[in-house]
């Protein structure tokens, strides 16, 4: 059973602090990664997603891997009230996106 | 609009019936993934299409569950003899070729009494 497991949360941060988040997955032969973000009541959208190869930065946020430690993680800079939400980390695996659970994020102003 | 479009929005239905939902993706979606989410969970993948051919179903699909993708354009899925634990999320989502960006429809919110 291939699975990305989250701690589930809530992580609570203040506005304009850096909000971390990360998963694992159980696939080694994993080869990109995703984050969603999920309102509550809506459905997820793509904040961003990296290849095995490297890590990438768009604007506030960053996306890491640690393939060794199958470990991946998202950084939020300069948090926002608007940044609330649940965040889905997702892997492929094949041709399916499998997602972990979520960890709500709670910033606060 | 996110432009892939779902209806129903909210079904509420009685144990035992039948229901149907449709997506409609964008049309250069050729990949069409069907999920289920509920309350505290992330989306838990159920099938997917590649133009009309089902090529994948994960073991959560019962027998009671069927999808298709006729033309290769929208896709229904359909649950028969809905039981209570059928109630969730049915979030459909469309990919465009070997674009990863994976783009969700609002999803239909299913309601089994």
Redesign the interface.
């Known amino acids: 059973q291939k699975e990305?497991e989250?701690n589930?949360g809530p992580l609570s941060v203040p506005e304009g602090a850096i909000a971390s988040l990360n998963c694992t997955y159980s696939d080694r032969g994993s080869q990109?990664f995703?984050w969603y973000r999920q309102y509550s009541g809506?459905?997820?959208?793509?904040i961003m997603?990296i290849y095995s190869n490297g890590d990438k930065e768009d604007g506030r946020f960053t996306a890491q891997l640690n393939k060794a430690s199958q470990y991946v993680s998202l950084l939020i800079r300069d948090s926002q009230p608007s940044d609330s939400a649940t965040y889905?980390c997702?892997v492929?695996t094949?041709?399916?996106?499998?997602?972990?659970?979520?960890t709500t994020l709670s910033v606060s102003s | 609009d996110?432009g892939v479009s779902q209806n129903p929005r909210h079904k509420i239905t009685k144990r035992g019936q039948n229901v149907t939902f449709r997506c409609d993706p964008i049309s250069e979606h050729n990949?069409l993934?069907w999920?289920r989410q509920t309350l505290?969970?992330?989306?838990?993948?159920l099938t997917?299409f590649?133009n009309e051919a089902q090529?994948?179903k994960?073991r959560l699909l019962s027998d009671r569950f069927s999808a298709e993708r006729p033309k290769g354009s929208f896709s229904t899925l359909e649950i028969q003899r809905t039981e209570q634990g059928d109630s969730a999320m049915y979030?459909c989502a469309g990919r465009e070729g070997t674009n990863?960006?994976?783009?969700?429809?609002?999803?239909t919110q299913l309601s089994v009494l």
């Open positions: 990305v989250q589930s990109s995703f809506k459905s997820p959208e793509l997603f889905l997702a492929r094949g041709t399916a996106l499998i997602f972990g659970k979520g | 996110t990949r993934y999920y505290g969970q992330g989306p838990e993948f997917y590649q090529l994948e994960s979030l990863e960006k994976l783009l969700f429809g609002s999803g």
